[in-house]
């Protein structure tokens, strides 16, 4: 008999992946942060409140703006392929991009979650197995 094989990850992968999308948001992963040179942050909607707590950086999504296209500057980026990803990049002014490592995005974003050598970025020394970190260069 034929076994199904399907894409969708098992509990104990859904969990595991959820507990590292905790752990990259405690303070202790984040005050890493702090010896970053000044410059603004983009990042998720749910990583970026807590990089403005531990660290006092600059961030420019937060889950809680009235502005419509404010707050999808939250989600939409994180979805979009690497030309309009770096576009709005661009348009929003950001210096730096923090992803959880290995965060689930569908577009150009989850490339980068994976912390390899992208043209036009640095990865930071802040960059560890729970946090990816990158300057933006152009």
Same mark, same amino acid.
């Given at each position: 008999?034929?076994? $199904?094989?399907?894409?969708? &990850?098992?509990?104990?992968?859904?969990?595991?992946?959820?507990? $590292?999308?905790?752990?990259?948001?405690?303070?202790?992963?984040?005050?890493?942060?702090?010896?970053?040179?000044?410059?603004?942050?983009?990042?998720?909607?749910?990583?970026?409140?807590?990089?403005?707590?531990?660290?006092?950086? &600059? @961030? !420019?999504?937060?889950?809680?703006?009235? @502005?419509?296209?404010?707050?999808?500057?939250?989600?939409? &980026?994180?979805?979009?392929?690497? &030309?309009?990803?770096?576009?709005?990049?661009?348009?929003?002014?950001?210096?730096?991009?923090?992803?959880? *490592?290995?965060?689930?995005?569908?577009?150009?974003?989850?490339?980068?979650?994976?912390?390899?050598?992208?043209?036009?970025?640095?990865?930071?020394?802040?960059?560890?197995? !729970?946090?990816?970190?990158? *300057?933006?260069?152009?």
């Amino acid at each position: 008999s034929k076994q $199904a094989v399907s894409d969708t &990850p098992d509990q104990s992968e859904v969990s595991d992946h959820a507990s $590292a999308m905790r752990q990259c948001r405690t303070h202790e992963t984040l005050s890493r942060l702090r010896d970053l040179p000044p410059g603004v942050v983009f990042s998720s909607i749910n990583l970026s409140p807590p990089i403005l707590l531990t660290t006092g950086l &600059p @961030i !420019l999504v937060a889950p809680y703006h009235r @502005i419509s296209g404010a707050l999808a500057n939250g989600f939409v &980026p994180f979805e979009q392929d690497e &030309p309009a990803f770096r576009a709005s990049m661009r348009a929003l002014g950001a210096d730096y991009i923090v992803l959880c *490592r290995g965060e689930r995005k569908t577009g150009f974003a989850g490339t980068l979650s994976q912390g390899g050598e992208v043209h036009g970025m640095r990865l930071m020394p802040q960059t560890n197995d !729970l946090l990816v970190v990158y *300057r933006i260069l152009e």
